[in-house]
């Protein structure tokens, strides 16, 4: 089965720096996806980014950018220029092209951003 | 916006009752899901739709039944509520319709039960 691991549990940055979100998954398959969600105090689910497994090339959404290691199953999230409409927790999720779209959600990273 | 509602948003309920959330969506997607999230587990599948009257559990089904009669609604039934269900209630869609990823899920608002 699937697991996806969030190591940091809680990280704080000054405005405008850049953080880096760990994620780590574990599968034996070759090809999925990978997400990164963020949910801010509103509680709503928000897209930030989403990975290819077969592309070699990271995805990167405005100042959202990935560094996703296939080899590794290393999938961080970096922040560039952080804001405070940044703060929020941040999910890493896994999917498999065989499950019926399912994802497999890491524990999250509660991210706040210090003015 | 994937046009998906969940109703109702908040609800009090109490122990050994039983409760009905709603999940509403205006996309025609194929599949629909439902998720429980507590602190310290980020989401956990509770059961999902891949089509009208076409279910399946997921990891954190017991205590829980859904049922699809119509592509557009997905309903999650609490027979007799716990306070172990106590829990924030999302669901989400996806499977394509145009305009939108196949892989990619959208979110309802969520729905804050608190059962006493």
């Known amino acids: 089965a699937q697991t996806v691991t969030q190591s940091q549990p809680e990280m704080s940055v000054q405005e405008a720096e850049t953080v880096t979100l760990s994620c780590t998954y574990d599968?034996?398959?070759?090809?999925?996806?990978l997400f990164w969600y963020k949910q801010p105090p509103s509680r709503q689910m928000i897209l930030v980014i989403r990975q290819e497994a077969y592309k070699q090339q990271n995805a990167t959404e405005n100042r959202f950018s990935v560094n996703f290691q296939k080899a590794a199953k290393s999938f961080s999230l970096k922040i560039s220029d952080s804001q405070l409409g940044d703060t929020a927790m941040y999910f890493c999720a896994f999917m498999s092209m065989d499950s019926n779209y399912q994802l497999i959600w890491g524990a999250g990273t509660k991210l706040i951003i210090k003015p | 916006d994937a046009g998906i509602t969940q109703s109702p948003r908040h609800k009090v309920t109490e122990t050994g009752t039983p409760v009905t959330l709603r999940c509403h969506q205006t996309e025609n997607h194929r599949y629909m899901y439902w998720y429980r999230q507590d602190p310290g587990h980020g989401l956990r599948l509770i059961h999902y739709s891949y089509g009208v009257k076409d279910t399946d559990k997921g990891e954190v089904s017991d205590g829980y039944s859904v049922s699809r009669s119509k592509t557009e609604d997905f309903l999650l039934t609490l027979e007799s509520a716990t306070s172990s269900q106590t829990s924030v209630y999302f669901c989400?869609?996806?499977?394509?319709?145009?305009?939108?990823?196949?892989?990619?899920?959208?979110f309802g608002a969520g729905t804050r039960l608190s059962v006493l």
């Open positions: 989400a869609i996806s499977g394509g319709s145009p305009g939108h990823a196949k892989n990619i899920q959208y």
């Open positions: 599968t034996s398959e070759n090809n999925y996806y």
